[in-house]
C-alpha cells in the first residue's frame, strides 16, 4: 500500500511541475537533503524532451561547465593538435529543439 501512495506522490509532484514549466522557463527548488529535488527536476525534464544536468559544486569551473581543451593524437607520427570538447552548458546551448519540445538545462547544486 505504501509504495502504491508513494508513486502516486511522485506522479503529483511531476504533474505540479510540468505546470509551473508551462507558466515560467525557470523553476527554482530547494529543500531539505534527500528529498528528492534532484531526481524530481530531471525526471520532468526527460519526459519535456532532451535534458542536460550539470552538477555544480564549490569547486565547479569553467572547463567543468562550458568547454576544455585535450591533445589528440594526428594521423601522422608525433603530430597532435588541440581539440575543443564542449561541456554540459555548451552542449545545452548548441541543441536545436525538434517540433515543441523543451531542451531542459538541470543545474543541481
Known sequence: HSRINQSNKEQRRLRRLKE???NSPVIFIQGDTATGKSYSAAEV???SGPVFVASLGPSTDERELVQR???KEGPGAGDRHMERLSQTLLQWAETQPVGDEYITL????
Open 69 to 71: 581543451w585535450v591533445w
Open 45 to 47: 525534464a526527460r519526459q
Open 20 to 22: 509551473r514549466l508551462a
Open 106 to 109: 538541470v543545474l543541481d547544486e
